[in-house]
């Protein structure tokens, strides 16, 4: 499994490194945007820590840290929707990752059975924010995938 | 200045929802995906606190909070390199905005003057995790942008 060294103190070496040494922020989690690798859609935004991190590079299937349930899980492992890692990439002071995935099963990210967990534009009137959705297409049913 | 509601209580409110209650983290910030409306290339990640989630919806230009700083700031007003926000889309349980932003300036949004921060791909070999570089094309020279 992949280790990972220590960052630099200095934060400005980053940038140019050749090492990846990803920074865990003080709960041990790095950010993860995911993306469909045909056209760059935001699928969703999940948290890792190293465990979880290392597994997604050894394995090539995407793994999460859940912070509700404190545990590792396999994206897709109930609901058939696991994500092939085509790329991981890293950001300039490397305390985010971009994954480029494919996915598997109904090819949807999101737990409501959207292909996307973006899917609600914010708008603005009189002071209030409110939501409008931007895709109302399910690609499965989640009380069939999940059950009540 | 649009004021943001509390969250309700049942987070499985959250999913269908058409008011938009943001979950800032217990250090009262949300996660900023942005990514560049003519191609969904994602720029950047940063983080916002309600003040800086705010100034964006109002404003109509991405504003974001440093936590090293412990300020705003408006992305661009040292570089140029200002995001107009063309759309703002929050994900299923709110804790996370997706920014679709048009670029100012160099279109570039990150500080090395590359066009996206995410410019290193992650590689394993030998268990050792190395970053190879996907983009070396500088839109800005950072030294005369920023200055030494």
Excluded at 26 to 39: E, F
Excluded at 78 to 98: F, H, I, P, R, Y
Aim: charged fraction near 25%.
């Amino acid at each position: 499994m992949p280790h990972f060294s220590k960052p630099p103190q200095d934060k400005a070496l980053l940038d140019e490194a050749t090492v990846f040494t990803p920074r865990f922020d003080d709960k041990g989690l790095i950010t993860a945007v995911v993306i469909d690798v045909r056209d760059n859609a935001v699928l969703m935004l999940a948290h890792m820590n190293a465990e979880a991190l290392s597994l997604t590079l050894e394995t090539g299937f995407a793994h999460y840290y859940s912070r509700s349930r404190n545990a590792i899980w396999k994206k897709g492992d109930t609901s058939g929707n696991l994500q092939k890692v085509e790329q991981v990439v890293t950001d300039c002071d490397q305390d985010a990752v971009l994954l480029k995935v494919s996915m598997t099963g109904h090819a949807a990210a999101c737990h409501t059975g959207r292909r996307s967990c973006f899917y609600r534009a914010v708008t603005t009137e009189n002071g209030a924010a409110a939501l409008a959705s931007i895709d109302d297409d399910r690609a499965f049913d989640p009380e069939t995938v999940y059950g009540k």
